[in-house]
């Protein structure tokens, strides 16, 4: 349910899986438009990961599917 806050439920709800590798965040996305938009929100959206999760996780990269 953390990812809602991060994107919106809509797009959430288009994530079909999540993962993370060492520093790197693996997306699964069922819309090619949704993966599009992530694509471009890249740098916001490892931002708003790293400001939610603090120095729990640390995520250098995203890579969507």
Known sequence: EEGIEIV???A???VLKFSLKGETL???C????LR???SMQ???LVHAIQVKLGE???I???ILN
């Open 36 to 38: 599009h938009e992530l």
């Open 30 to 33: 069922d819309s090619n438009s």
């Open 56 to 58: 729990e996780v640390n």
């Open 42 to 44: 890249k740098t916001r």
């Open 60 to 62: 250098s990269e995203i």
């Open 12 to 14: 959430f709800q288009k």
């Open 8 to 10: 919106d439920n809509q």
């Open 26 to 28: 693996y997306v699964k």
